[in-house]
């Protein structure tokens, strides 16, 4: 249990996050189905991308994972093994409590000319495969529930695919990844549509390395991701920016704290997530975007001045529709920042918390209560009815590093102290976040 207290003094001064997750995770997996070696560097050490290693390794792909460095940089090199390299592991693959690892890899497992098992955490064990489990089938693939409930553990048995038309009934870039990796190895076009463009770091990355990958995007909004097989991936040196949900929480604490101003060094804004940055200055937040470099995944300094929150002429704010899945994963500190802003703020389309690392509508909302806020869960997401003064309480993560770090920054303005349970989650994603927001608070 870690014990928090009110912030007296405002935040001031530099930081810079650890890398994006999905994009690390990403640049191992393709790395390794790649040809020749990689030489990735701003990787994201976190428990889940040490997971997404460990499962490759065990796939028989050489990952110096030592953190070696290349010029004085610490780098990671993948020594790939071409798209028809992998062996057979001798153990199941375990994913820990990644998500990302477990959905992504199955689509590669689902292609391969041996069987594996693929297994996590008792969250993992808990969380939705139906969804990836679809459509690999349609493809071909032979995938089998072995608790018969849908979910992990799951015994792949790889197949020839073939490729499908795919329309997916939510924008998961989980499941599209998946299907798209399953698609490498198909016979013909692989296409996933979805109703609104979630990540796009897959179609951008697979790029990279020499797919013939692309989207387009309808006028209604809804978004394809098109790809034709055939075409061999090639080892590329790839830098991973900073990861936009770690900052979050430094821009949320910036954003409360009276008199800070806190600049943030190299944090990934792609488009498809950095929706927390426009919603956050439609409701008054004083960001300034600096150094942008749109070259492969785009990357920026962020300043980020305490600013006073506030919703419409109406007194609301709503997040909905096609935004939600540009800040899914920044919906738990949106909630603590709009607990504090002058207006009712309403989420909704966002039943797809209910499935992340916790029931994230069930513990944003029984917390933020706790800390004294007017809040009611609702069936896809949440009304805060922001403005209340908050007080500490005990906050109990239940086990889910965005939960915890989201209630850190909520103790920098909550009268009192805030004690955060099983606070050694935030590993995860995020190993220094107690030291960095630490370091931070010590500046002044
Ligand atoms: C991720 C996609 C999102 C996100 C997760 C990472 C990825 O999940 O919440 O943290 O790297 O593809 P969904 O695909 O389930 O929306």
Redo the contacts with the bound molecule.
């Keep these: 249990m870690l014990t928090l207290n009110r912030l007296s003094h405002p935040l001031r001064g530099e930081i810079s996050v650890p890398g994006d997750?999905?994009?690390s995770?990403?640049s191992i997996m393709f790395s390794a189905l790649a040809n020749g070696s990689s030489e990735i560097t701003g990787f994201l050490e976190g428990a889940d991308c040490l997971a997404t290693i460990d499962c490759f390794q065990k796939l028989g792909v050489q990952i110096d994972h030592s953190y070696r460095p290349v010029n004085g940089v610490p780098t990671i090199t993948v020594h790939g093994k071409g798209l028809h390299g992998l062996t057979a592991p001798n153990a199941p693959l375990y994913t820990g409590n990644s998500?990302?690892t477990t959905?992504?890899i199955a689509g590669v497992l689902a292609a391969q000319p041996f069987s594996c098992d693929l297994t996590g955490d008792t969250s993992i064990e808990t969380r939705p495969m139906k969804?990836i489990i679809k459509p690999l089938t349609a493809m071909g693939g032979d995938i089998t529930s072995v608790m018969e409930n849908d979910c992990c553990p799951l015994h792949i048995n790889g197949q020839k695919l073939h490729g499908i038309v795919y329309h997916d009934p939510?924008?998961?870039?989980?499941?599209?990844?998946c299907i798209l990796l399953a698609g490498l190895y198909a016979s013909g076009d692989t296409v996933v549509y979805e109703p609104a463009l979630?990540?796009n770091?897959?179609e951008i990355m697979l790029r990279a390395y020499g797919a013939d990958i692309h989207n387009s995007i309808d006028v209604s909004g809804g978004a394809a991701a098109i790809l034709h097989p055939g075409t061999p991936l090639q080892g590329l040196r790839i830098n991973v920016p900073g990861d936009i949900?770690s900052a979050a929480y430094f821009i949320a604490a910036a954003l409360m704290v009276p008199d800070s101003e806190v600049l943030i060094h190299n944090v990934g804004i792609n488009k498809t997530r950095a929706g927390i940055l426009c919603v956050l200055k439609q409701m008054g937040a004083d960001i300034t975007v600096l150094n942008e470099d749109n070259s492969f995944e785009p990357r920026a300094d962020l300043l980020v001045r305490y600013s006073h929150l506030h919703g419409g002429a109406n007194g609301k704010f709503e997040i909905v529709g096609k935004t939600i899945?540009t800040l899914?994963?920044e919906l738990p500190v949106i909630a603590v920042l709009a607990a504090t802003a002058d207006c009712e703020t309403i989420i909704r389309d966002a039943a797809?918390l209910k499935?992340?690392?916790s029931n994230r509508i069930t513990a944003i909302c029984e917390n933020l209560r706790k800390m004294g806020c007017d809040i009611e869960p609702t069936d896809d997401g949440m009304v805060i009815h922001g403005g209340n003064p908050l007080h500490g309480a005990e906050i109990d993560t239940h086990l889910d590093h965005r939960i915890a770090m989201s209630f850190a920054v909520a103790s920098m303005v909550a009268e009192g102290s805030t004690r955060i349970k099983d606070e050694k989650c935030v590993d995860i994603?995020y190993p220094g976040f107690f030291r960095d927001l630490q370091n931070l608070t010590k500046l002044n």
């Excluded at 939510?170 to 990844?177: E, G, R, W, Y």
């Design positions: 997750k999905s994009i995770h990403r998500g990302t959905r992504l969804r939510v924008a998961s870039a989980q499941v599209k990844s979630s990540r770091h897959t949900s899945p899914i994963d797809e499935v992340k690392e994603s």
